[in-house]
Nanobody, 124 residues
Framework: QVQLVESGGGLVQAGGALRISCAAS????????MGWFRHAPGKEREFVAT????????VYGNSVKGRFTISRDNAKNTVFLQMNGLQPDDTAMYSC?????????????????WGQGTQVTVSS
């Protein structure tokens, strides 16, 4: 079982940018597909992005395409989410998730391991 800890969230104005990180415990980070999800009050959990163990096989949710970029550094056991052009609708708790293997997953239920989340708030 891998342990995940997110960081980097905060309060930004509309149009701003933020990079959040997810640090994984040592073990087999390079064997996990990683994902980012977000959950805002009153809404269902939403898929944001996913990346395979080699840093390819990248897929984004429709609402963030062209604005967000997912990446990973296996030497640092860390996955990142660069968020540009932030809007109030992006306000949510952002969580990272992990699942062993290379298969593409875009649903939260497909990821067995989760971090505690980091809050991103975008003001207008």
């Amino acid at each position: 079982q891998v342990q995940l800890v997110e960081s980097g969230g905060g309060l930004v104005q509309a149009g701003g940018a933020l990079r959040i990180s997810c640090a994984a415990s040592e073990g087999s980070f390079s064997a996990y597909r990683m994902g980012w999800f977000r959950h805002a009050p009153g809404k269902e959990r939403e898929f944001v992005a996913t990346i395979n163990p080699a840093g390819s096989g990248i897929v984004y949710g429709n609402s963030v395409k062209g604005r967000f970029t997912i990446s990973r550094d296996n030497a640092k056991n860390t996955v990142f989410l660069q968020m540009n052009g932030l809007q109030p609708d992006d306000t949510a708790m952002y969580s990272c998730a992990a699942r062993l293997g290379w298969t593409l997953y875009t649903y939260g239920a497909d990821y067995p391991y989760w971090g505690q989340g980091t809050q991103v708030t975008v003001s207008s």
